[in-house]
């Protein structure tokens, strides 16, 4: 979410979470929106940070700024970065890039420094890809940290989420496929998709 007025018309349909990207090179930087718009979205919405490899300095005076308590890491953030993270009352979610069951190794190392993970589709890029992954990979998750369901997620998938089961998924990760240009979310097509899913499943 980059544009004000996109923003405040998605902040109407609820959702739980609103990622705003903190990395120059994506498309949908957000580096130049007013904080005050941040601020201003509704107390049952949580705001997230997005950030791919930045200095945990840069990563801790943006948040203050923006006022927000959750990033979302996209990067190769070490354990470490995250637990001092951690440390500095953030919330983390560490994305983990999945093409086949062998990359859910590496969510082992973050089980006790991250509060959630992100399973999102391994690509030459950061996010936004529009591919999916194949889903029953994610069975062979074994972890104790929760995890949100990402990587391509279109309108038409509403069923296939509501038919994929795990006791550790917690949410449900969309971005492109919902835009109209990135960081621009086409928002009646956003609110059939979130009515299909609430109406068959009230834990998402």
Not at 40 to 47: M, N, Q, T
Not at 82 to 97: R, Y
Not at 157 to 171: G, M, N, T, W, Y
């Amino acid at each position: 979410m980059k544009i004000p007025e996109n923003i405040t018309t998605v902040a109407a349909l609820q959702p739980d979470y609103m990622g705003f990207i903190f990395y120059s090179k994506s498309p949908r930087f957000a580096g130049n929106l007013n904080f005050e718009v941040i601020k201003s979205l509704p107390a049952e919405i949580c705001p997230v940070g997005v950030f791919v490899n930045t200095p945990i300095d840069i990563i801790l005076q943006t948040t203050h700024r923006y006022g927000l308590r959750t990033v979302q890491l996209h990067g190769n953030e070490t354990p470490t970065s995250c637990k001092i993270l951690q440390d500095n009352n953030l919330f983390v979610i560490k994305a983990i890039s999945i093409s086949d069951a062998s990359d859910l190794d590496l969510a082992n190392d973050y089980q006790s420094c991250c509060d959630y993970l992100l399973f999102d589709t391994k690509t030459p890029l950061r996010g936004g890809s529009g591919k999916q992954y194949d889903w029953n990979i994610l069975q062979n998750y074994m972890g104790d940290r929760p995890f949100f369901l990402s990587g391509g997620i279109g309108s038409e998938d509403a069923e296939r989420i509501l038919s994929f089961v795990h006791p550790k998924l917690k949410a449900i990760d969309i971005n492109s496929r919902f835009e109209t240009e990135p960081g621009v979310k086409n928002t009646e097509t956003l609110k059939t998709f979130l009515n299909a899913i609430r109406t068959n499943n009230q834990k998402i």
